[in-house]
Antibody, heavy 118, light 110 residues
Framework: EVQLVQSGAEVKKPGESLKISCKGS????????IGWVRQMPGKGLEWMGI????????RYSPSFQGQVTISADKSISTAYLQWNSLKASDTAIYYC???????????WGQGTLVTVSS | QSALTQPRSVSGSPGQSVTISCTGT?????????VSWYQQHPGKAPKLMIF???KRPSGVPDRFSGSKSGNTASLTISGLQAEDEADYYC??????????FGTGTKVTVL
């Protein structure tokens, strides 16, 4: 059974750094892409970017380029989404999802709530 | 990349049919047969309902169907049921390993 299990909810202050994770299981991690999706409170889904777990080839949506860093550690089948300096506007639920690179994602993680507040 | 355009809301009585449109451009919806539809209930992760424009994953009722014409994709829910009340999002491949979501549609069962 394909599963994507994300790390738990986080509460951070503006300016702090954060790295959230997404662990894949039940499939060959290095054969697929992992994408990240943002959902701000009461809002829709936004595509942030995607990484190929096999060689860490990464593509960002223009809106998120330079704002976040997507990475992966294939030795532990885990993808990451990282911020160097959080803003209040980063408050959202972040989902990871598995894609074959061309078709939109089929499998999704349960989501990680990130709250940024002073 | 601009979000794909969906109606903000649609509604129907139980048993009726509703159709949600998803309008993009020739660079996304019109350029590829990689359009998916997701259902999202409050507090839950999105669930895939349709992929590759018109294919249903195992376990999705055949009340859900998808189609595409030009730059517009559509999701039709036939025989609307109470549990279909949710938010629905389309998503299209947009080239170079990027994707774009629709603005989202709230389906209300009257």
């Amino acid at each position: 059974e394909v599963q994507l299990v994300q790390s738990g909810a986080e509460v951070k202050k503006p300016g702090e750094s954060l790295k959230i994770s997404c662990k894949g299981s039940g499939y060959t991690f290095t054969s697929y892409w992992i994408g990240w999706v943002r959902q701000m409170p009461g809002k829709g889904l936004e595509w942030m970017g995607i990484i190929f777990a096999g060689d860490s080839d990464t593509r960002y949506s223009p809106s998120f380029q330079g704002q976040v860093t997507i990475s992966a550690d294939k030795s532990i089948s885990t993808a990451y989404l990282q911020w160097n300096s959080l803003k209040a506007s980063d408050t959202a639920i972040y989902y990871c999802a598995r894609s074959d690179g061309v078709a939109p994602p089929v499998y999704w993680g349960q989501g990680t709530l990130v709250t940024v507040s002073s | 990349q601009s979000a794909l355009t969906q109606p903000r809301s649609v509604s129907g009585s139980p048993g009726q049919s509703v159709t949600i449109s998803c309008t993009g451009t020739s660079s996304d919806v019109g350029g590829y047969n990689y359009v998916s539809w997701y259902q999202q209930h409050p507090g839950k992760a999105p669930k895939l309902m349709i992929f590759d424009v018109s294919k249903r994953p195992s376990g999705v009722p055949d009340r859900f169907s998808g189609s595409k014409s030009g730059n517009t994709a559509s999701l039709t829910i036939s025989g609307l049921q109470a549990e279909d009340e949710a938010d629905y999002y389309c998503c299209s491949y947009a080239g170079k390993y990027t994707f774009v979501f629709g603005t989202g549609t709230k389906v209300t069962v009257l």
